[in-house]
């Protein structure tokens, strides 16, 4: 509890920061979604086992992403699997929307992420360190994912975009997850139109 609450502080801090223009503060985590339905603000009848007719076996997505602590914009990398090697290629992503650029003044990143192992594994150890000089990492306590900003993301991604849909294929929905990013990101950037915003999705 106590690392929770220490934690939380310093997370307070970044964002002020962030907020005062100084770093760039992304909050990382994955999750996935499934061909079949996710339900969400459905009803039945009280006693009735709510269930929706999906062919096949279910395929799975996984996804990958970060959310800007202050913009809300969300970058995400898909792929079938949940490993080192997707972290790393979201990692890549950064690069590109944050990272050094020859004649231009960037702002450090902090990325907040949790222990996991596709994030302490060697492979990402050193990919983290080898972008040392512009990405810092903020580690969550274990068990603490109320810290993490992107839990909400993922809720609204599922709940008001790919909520009760079946998908044909894994390909399908993938295409749907980064439809569904784009739009999500476009609706924040109409809230704060100002906001020099990375290439979303």
């Known amino acids: 509890m106590r690392d929770v609450e220490q934690v939380g502080l310093r997370l307070q801090l970044r964002r002020a920061q962030a907020a005062a223009g100084d770093v760039v503060l992304l909050y990382g985590d994955e999750s996935e979604a499934l061909t079949h339905p996710y339900l969400a603000h459905a009803w039945a009848e009280r006693g009735a086992d709510l269930r929706v007719q999906a062919p096949g076996q279910a395929r799975k997505v996984?996804?990958?992403?970060?959310?800007?602590?202050?913009?809300?914009i969300t970058l995400v990398h898909t792929s079938p699997t949940k490993r080192s090697s997707d972290f790393i290629a979201l990692l890549a992503r950064l690069d590109r929307a944050y990272g050094p650029v020859p004649g231009q003044t960037r702002k450090?990143?902090?990325?907040?992420?949790?222990?996991?192992?596709?994030?302490?594994?060697?492979?990402?150890?050193?990919?983290?360190?080898?972008?040392h000089a512009w990405l810092a990492v903020e580690w969550l306590?274990?068990?603490?994912?109320?810290?993490?900003?992107?839990?909400?993301?993922?809720r609204d991604?599922?709940?008001?975009?790919l909520a009760h849909r079946t998908f044909r294929d894994a390909d399908e929905l993938d295409q749907a997850i980064h439809q569904a990013v784009t739009r999500m990101n476009a609706e924040r950037t109409i809230m704060h139109p100002r906001r020099n915003l990375p290439k979303a999705a």
Not at 112 to 126: C, F, M
Not at 141 to 154: D, F, H, K, M, S
Not at 157 to 161: A, M, N, S, T, Y
């Open 157 to 161: 991604l599922k709940r008001h975009h």
């Open 62 to 72: 996984a996804i990958l992403g970060v959310l800007d602590a202050i913009t809300r």
């Open 141 to 154: 306590p274990r068990y603490a994912p109320e810290l993490n900003a992107i839990e909400g993301t993922w």
């Open 108 to 131: 450090p990143v902090v990325l907040v992420l949790d222990n996991g192992p596709i994030h302490t594994s060697r492979a990402s150890s050193a990919a983290l360190a080898a972008r």
